[in-house]
């Protein structure tokens, strides 16, 4: 009976399970940043006394510390994976009193966006102060501002960047902007070559992209068409997704915002007898969602997008099932207190629209879900005294992208945005400034296209989302031969 249960968790993509399939294929994981081509090198004036201790180019940090894992490479005669460390060089390869940078930020918001800035132009400044200066620029509107680069940028310096620092959002904007199509390779090779343009006419020596996967792919695209600047990646992303990034910044703020709301639209949901349901964000991972209903504890039940991928039309009409009859549970259980809160990632409707699960003869889609989940518990749920429970449903999601930063955010913000100067101007290219395990390191760029970070369903983490809330365990969280650590 059990075996029937067993679900293919290799769909759901994570480090380990890349990591592993190198193993098992006996490939080597190459994780090596290029350098810019055809130039030459300064001495870093600046000093240890003000950026820290120079890393060598030989530091480098282990990509994963499980032993098992390494010893598996080790048995396949294969290189140990590592990334190179992020810090301050000896040599540099752009001149920090005559280059010319470039930061425009791209996809959707994260607390945090105007900290990164600031970082990035402070950390130019400190490199230049003790002759004439580079220009560090913002690029307004994305990539479309880089497509009309003479009308879209503005000079930045550090005591305008600072007036910023206590605002949320992004004072260059964040434009979702394709060239076209952005299904179409053609459209996307004219909108790298148009930007190429831009930076060649206008001497841009650094451009900062900060942003999520899909820009991070055209960033990618943009390094290999331009192998004499430094491409700097920035992962950006509110539902923490991005491969190799142990966790996105502004990540912290927006699950203590959501925690936030949730605490107070369960004391309304108590109050007034009803049940809530909460929309976060999450279009491809449950991270948001099930990291705030863990911190909140006043949870009764977490979708996420996960879960749902793993399951045939069949068995997740099932759970669902099971986890309405749940909510009616919780509901009954208080006669003179009848209340839930239910909180959804936004992915969980995509899921089901793919998988083609039906709520009565109507088809899930991605955009009308959480309305007729809201319809099938108002319709299955009674209280204990049979009568009818009110539902209402908050999506809260751009409530929690758009605030400041909180401390540990700024910080991380700080850190990553000086790293992303220190290894630009030493010249090295086509990667993203990681925070990955306890390190900041440089993540070749094209190691985010392998797919989107997934909560692992059967590791420990979801397990204590799914002891805390109590709700029923689907099919894909039963015991497989594949089980991820998390």
Partial sequence: MQQSRIVDLSRLTSERVILQKHAQDAREFSTEVPTIRGTRTYPNEVGEEKLGLFRPVTARKAVIADMDMLHNFEQKSLKIPSFLEAGPRAELRHNPHSVRAAIVTTGGLAPGLHCVIHSIVKRHNTYSLTREQGKVLGVYDSFRGLCNFAYSHVELDSATTEAWLDEGGSKLGVVRYFHGNKKDKAAITEMVNEISRNLENNHINILYVIGGDGSLRIAHKLAEANPERSIVGIPKTMDNDVLWVWQSFGFDTAVE?????????????????????????????????????????????????????????????????????????????????????????????????????????????KDTFMSQFTNLLKNRIVDAHHREVPVFLVQPRYLIRAVPANPHDQIYCERLGALAVDNALAGYTDFMISRWLTEFVLVPMHLAESGKKSIPVNGMFWKQVVSSTRQPLSPAEYPSAETAIM
């Fill in 257 to 365: 915002q959501a925690t936030r709301v949730i605490n107070t639209l369960r004391t309304e949901a108590e109050a007034a007898r009803r049940i809530c349901l909460i929309e976060l964000f999450g279009a491809d991972s449950g991270f948001v969602a099930a990291n705030a209903s863990l911190a909140s504890g006043h949870v009764d039940l977490v979708l996420i997008p996960e879960v749902f991928k793993l399951l045939s039309e069949g068995r997740a009409l099932a759970y669902l099932d099971e986890c309405v009859s749940h909510i009616r549970d919780i509901v009954q259980q208080e006669p003179h207190n009848p209340h839930a809160v239910v909180v959804v990632a936004e992915g969980v409707g995509a899921a089901l629209e793919q998988k083609g699960v039906r709520l009565g003869k109507t088809i899930v889609q």
